[in-house]
């Protein structure tokens, strides 16, 4: 499991600023000086000079009087992800899960105590749900988070929790870490994970872990539909089997990669 960063209170608040415009650009999804200045509790002239800096070494953009983020997030978003040795083996048993299923299929992995969506591939029938390639959310709200969670020992699950808490995304969300303990152990005796409308409303999904022959856990896949198409008979007869054989040929592949 990978840890969360702690900080000995030697920061360079300068640069947290910076990231901190970066990450109010992102949620803005692009913005005007004022809201962007507003937003971090800065002046205009002082947010204007880090916009401008961030132009200077491209990674925002001006289009009219709005700013953006510049295309040079994904090259290097595009440039760490190839280096998660998980990914390259993943990729091609996540497109065949979504040509066989038609629905969305996924890799995700934890960092820092959060599940990442790492890689996504969307079959015929799929239903987008919005969840970008690159997101973070909290471990519990997924079948992917709760598949890699059911492989942590309990202690890595309280550090996880005491990091970030149990927070609801809908009413379905599991908010109660005695609960969370009751399914994780219930995974992990069936070999899978279920979703049941736990991230987006009208979504289910079935994920399973992938481990190594040292029974560490590298990531997790899933499938992801709408609930009526996702229901507990076709979880049991047509997805386990499917993640399982792919989760194989991954951990197989990893092994000798």
């Keep these: 499991m990978g840890t969360h960063n702690t900080s000995d209170g030697r920061t360079i608040k300068s640069l947290e600023r910076g990231f901190e415009i970066i990450e109010t650009l992102v949620g803005l999804e692009g913005a005007r000086l004022t809201d962007v200045s507003t937003a971090v509790g800065l002046s205009a002239s002082t947010t204007h000079t880090y916009l401008q800096t961030l132009i200077e070494t491209g990674y925002v953009r001006r289009v009219g009087d709005r700013y953006e983020l510049s295309l040079r997030f994904l090259q290097q978003g595009g440039r760490v992800r190839q280096s998660v040795d998980v990914y390259d083996v993943a990729r091609p048993e996540v497109d065949r899960l979504a040509r066989e299923t038609n629905e969305v299929a996924s890799l995700g992995i934890e960092e820092d105590g959060q599940r990442v969506l790492i890689y996504k591939s969307e079959g015929n029938n799929a239903i987008y749900d919005n969840a970008p390639t690159g997101e973070y959310t909290n471990m519990h709200w997924s079948a992917l988070?709760?598949?890699?969670?059911?492989?942590?020992?309990?202690?890595?699950?309280?550090?996880?929790?005491?990091?970030?808490?149990?927070?609801?995304?809908?009413?379905?969300?599991?908010?109660?870490?005695?609960?969370?303990?009751?399914?994780?152990?219930?995974?992990?005796?069936?070999?899978?994970?279920?979703?049941?409308?736990?991230?987006?409303?009208?979504?289910?999904?079935?994920?399973?872990?992938?481990?190594?022959?040292?029974?560490?856990?590298?990531?997790?896949?899933?499938?992801?539909?709408?609930?009526?198409?996702?229901?507990?008979?076709?979880?049991?007869?047509?997805?386990?089997?499917?993640?399982?054989?792919?989760?194989?040929?991954?951990?197989?592949?990893?092994?000798?990669?």
């Design 145 to 257: 988070g709760k598949a890699l969670l059911s492989r942590y020992s309990r202690a890595e699950l309280e550090a996880i929790v005491d990091e970030y808490g149990l927070e609801a995304q809908t009413d379905r969300t599991i908010t109660d870490v005695e609960t969370l303990r009751a399914e994780l152990e219930q995974i992990r005796g069936r070999g899978y994970s279920i979703e049941n409308e736990e991230r987006r409303v009208g979504i289910r999904s079935v994920g399973v872990p992938i481990v190594t022959d040292d029974d560490d856990v590298i990531g997790a896949l899933s499938i992801s539909g709408p609930k009526n198409r996702i229901n507990d008979a076709w979880i049991e007869e047509t997805a386990v089997p499917l993640l399982r054989n792919a989760a194989n040929i991954v951990e197989v592949k990893y092994v000798h990669n």
